[in-house]
Each structure stands twice: as C-alpha cells, then as structure tokens.
C-alpha cells in the first residue's frame, strides 16, 4: 500500500547523460575534485563518529549507504569506495572478531538521469550490492530507519523549483534581466531563501526517516562567504554571462524574449550562517562538523573550451526544459556562449572579486 509521504516520480532535468564528449561524465572535474577534497574528512569523521556499539547498527550486518544526486558517474563510484573503506575499518577496529559486513548501496537521482550508463560504468570488483532508485530527493524514498549512511554532493544547491515570485511579472520579486539570485534585489533574495529553506527542510525531514538513529549524512554543497553577494563570484558573473548570451539570442530571433524574460536558474547559493540556522532550527540532525573544502580548480584560470564543455554538461538539461529541446537552438546557445565567453574571458576573470565556497557537512541523526 502507498505511503502518503512517498511521493510520485516526477520527470526533471539531469546532467547530460552518455560517455561522449559532451556527457557528464566526461565533464565533471570539479565535482571531483570536490570528492577528492572531501576523501579525508570523510574518512576521518567516519572512523570518528561512526559507533558500532549504538544498537541501531547492531539489527543486521548490512550496511546500507545512498548517494543522493548521484548523476551518471564515474564521480559517485569514487565517493561510495571511500565511504566504505573507511566504514569496513571502522567495523574491524571497534568490534572484536566480528561477522563479515555486507554492503548495500542505493544510486539516487531523478528520473530522466542516465541510469544506464551509470550502471554500465559500475566498477566490475566492487564490494557492494548496487541498486537504482529514481526520484526526488526532496521527499522520502526509502523505508524507515533502513539507511546507514546518506551523502550528497553538489546537489543541494539546486531547488526542486524556480520561486513563483521571480517570474510574475506583476511581483515585487519579478526577476527580469537576470537568471539568477544575484544578491543584489532584496526581493528576489527573499524568494529564493525562502524556497532554499522549505527544500532543505524537506530533505532533511525525509532523510531522518530514512537513516537509523545515530547514522551520519555527508553534505557537500556550494555557498557564499558570509556577506557576499552572487554577483560578486566567478560563478555568479558566469552564470549573468549566460544570461546575457539568451538575451542576444532572443534579439536574434533564436529564442522568444518571453522565455528569456522566464528563465531563471534554479540554484541558491546560502552563507554558512544560513545554512547552519536552517539545520539546527530542523532539529533532526546535529551538526558533527562544517567545514569549507578548498580545491586546486579554484586558484587557477581555466581553459576557455574545458570550462565551456563542463558548463554545458551541467545546464543543458536545464535550457531544454525551459527553451525546448530544439538541438539547432541549443547549439547556437553553446557556441555563441563559447565564443563570447573566450572573447571576454579576461574581462571576466579580472572582475572577479570573490569566489564561491563549498561546504563540507558533517550530520548525525538525532537519536529520538
């Protein structure tokens, strides 16, 4: 029988699948980077926190993790190996000859993710039971108190909707102009807080269904320092850069201006201070450790073509569900954005006064 908190699955945009040259798969350095900057805290806090002698850890010698926002690899394989190592030591270490530890391992990610080729790149010897499990993670997906440990990477930063507010043309939030929450209207700031607040809230009150008292969850997510707008960061003027890209298209007669003027960017960056308030008002979770992650692709200037093909390998999806999925409209999207982009790139880089921040998360589950 359905449960009422499960919810139906919903269709939604996802990174652009396969293992071409155009895939995620083969355009997610950063997203790595931000794993492999994460490996050691991961492991540490594991050996730290985790705690075999808790009861709810001792019902069963399966160990059940979930990556939520998983994508189509091969990012999630090296997360998920990591976790477990430091899990499998862990066990062998505080528990005195104990039964051989099965894993199990549930990929999570919307229902148009390419799941085939995520498990088609499945490492051959890996030391776990693999499922798929498709749907939004902002709403419950697994049954009660059956997961060990959660994580999320570079996922929670994206809304599971744009706020209503910024595309009504008749609303103080209206959002013309811009894609994004630059920072610099307080009304669409408000708008985008708030649906940032309700979607985390949402995640994290389905989440402490789903793991065992005392599990942990992992959370890497993008930010802002305290005090800095969006408009001040590399990403958000790359981000108004595409933004002025569809405008030229649109005088161009490749896009509707009306589209244009409704596009907006289903991502909000929070400060620390903000997202800590919204975790600890939850009361679902504590808070273990927050910490900032600091990778090399961040100190350095990057390739105009290599930062291109990573960016259209994230927002395409996003620009076919709101344009449609017109392959010759998009192409011109991307190559007019390259070539603007190589054409501005040091005007770009020189104006950049800030840099976003990824957070590293660290949550035990309050145990009731």
């Given at each position: 029988?359905?449960?009422?908190?499960?919810?139906?699955?919903?269709?939604?945009?996802?990174?652009v699948?396969?293992?071409?040259?155009?895939?995620?798969?083969?355009?997610?350095n950063?997203?790595?980077?931000?794993?492999?900057?994460?490996?050691?805290?991961?492991?540490?806090?594991?050996?730290?926190?985790?705690?075999?002698?808790?009861?709810?850890f001792?019902?069963?010698?399966?160990?059940?993790?979930?990556d939520?926002?998983?994508?189509?690899?091969?990012?999630?394989?090296?997360?998920?190996?990591?976790?477990?190592?430091?899990?499998?030591?862990?066990?062998?270490?505080?528990?005195?000859?104990?039964?051989?530890?099965?894993?199990?391992?549930?990929?999570?990610?919307?229902?148009?993710n390419?799941?085939?080729?995520?498990?088609?790149?499945?490492?051959s010897?890996?030391?776990?039971?693999?499922?798929?499990?498709p749907?939004?993670?902002?709403?419950?997906?697994?049954?009660?108190?059956?997961?060990?440990?959660?994580?999320?990477?570079?996922?929670?930063?994206?809304?599971?909707?744009?706020?209503?507010?910024?595309?009504?043309?008749?609303?103080?939030?209206?959002?013309?102009?811009?894609?994004?929450?630059?920072?610099?209207?307080?009304?669409?700031?408000k708008?985008?807080?708030?649906?940032?607040?309700?979607?985390?809230?949402?995640?994290?009150?389905?989440?402490?269904?789903?793991i065992?008292?005392?599990?942990?969850?992992?959370?890497?997510?993008?930010?802002?320092?305290?005090?800095?707008?969006?408009?001040e960061?590399?990403?958000?003027?790359?981000?108004?850069?595409?933004?002025?890209?569809?405008?030229?298209?649109?005088?161009?007669?490749?896009?509707?201006?009306?589209?244009?003027?409704?596009?907006?960017?289903?991502?909000y960056?929070?400060?620390?201070?903000?997202l800590?308030?919204?975790?600890?008002?939850?009361?679902?979770?504590?808070?273990?450790?927050?910490?900032?992650?600091?990778?090399?692709?961040l100190?350095?200037?990057?390739?105009?073509?290599f930062?291109?093909?990573?960016?259209?390998?994230?927002?395409?999806?996003?620009?076919?569900?709101?344009?449609?999925?017109?392959?010759?409209a998009?192409?011109?999207?991307?190559?007019?954005?390259?070539?603007?982009?190589?054409?501005?790139?040091?005007?770009?880089?020189?104006?950049?006064?800030?840099?976003?921040?990824?957070?590293f998360?660290?949550?035990?589950?309050?145990?009731?």
């Amino acid at each position: 029988m359905a449960n009422e908190e499960i919810k139906t699955l919903g269709g939604s945009w996802a990174m652009v699948g396969g293992d071409g040259p155009s895939s995620y798969a083969q355009n997610s350095n950063y997203q790595r980077e931000m794993a492999d900057a994460a490996k050691g805290m991961i492991h540490g806090e594991i050996i730290e926190k985790l705690d075999f002698n808790d009861p709810h850890f001792n019902s069963s010698n399966t160990f059940r993790i979930a990556d939520f926002g998983c994508s189509a690899g091969p990012n999630t394989f090296f997360s998920v190996k990591n976790i477990i190592e430091a899990v499998d030591h862990k066990y062998n270490t505080q528990l005195h000859n104990p039964p051989p530890l099965e894993f199990q391992v549930f990929f999570n990610d919307v229902v148009a993710n390419d799941f085939n080729t995520l498990f088609n790149t499945l490492p051959s010897f890996q030391k776990y039971f693999a499922a798929g499990v498709p749907g939004s993670f902002y709403g419950r997906l697994f049954p009660k108190s059956t997961l060990h440990i959660a994580y999320s990477s570079q996922a929670l930063h994206w809304l599971s909707k744009v706020p209503k507010e910024v595309v009504d043309s008749k609303s103080p939030a209206w959002n013309k102009g811009s894609i994004l929450c630059s920072g610099t209207s307080k009304e669409v700031a408000k708008a985008y807080s708030a649906q940032f607040k309700n979607d985390i809230d949402t995640f994290l009150n389905a989440r402490a269904q789903e793991i065992v008292g005392g599990g942990l969850m992992v959370i890497i997510i993008a930010g802002l320092p305290d005090g800095i707008l969006m408009s001040e960061t590399g990403a958000g003027m790359i981000y108004e850069f595409l933004g002025s890209c569809l405008i030229d298209m649109a005088k161009l007669g490749v896009v509707s201006k009306e589209k244009v003027d409704s596009f907006n960017l289903p991502l909000y960056y929070s400060s620390a201070k903000e997202l800590e308030e919204i975790i600890r008002s939850n009361g679902h979770f504590c808070i273990e450790r927050m910490d900032k992650l600091n990778p090399r692709m961040l100190v350095k200037k990057l390739n105009v073509e290599f930062a291109v093909s990573q960016f259209r390998a994230v927002f395409q999806g996003v620009l076919e569900e709101h344009f449609g999925r017109d392959q010759d409209a998009l192409e011109k999207i991307f190559q007019h954005f390259a070539k603007k982009f190589a054409d501005n790139y040091y005007s770009i880089f020189n104006g950049i006064r800030h840099q976003h921040i990824d957070f590293f998360i660290l949550l035990k589950h309050n145990i009731n």
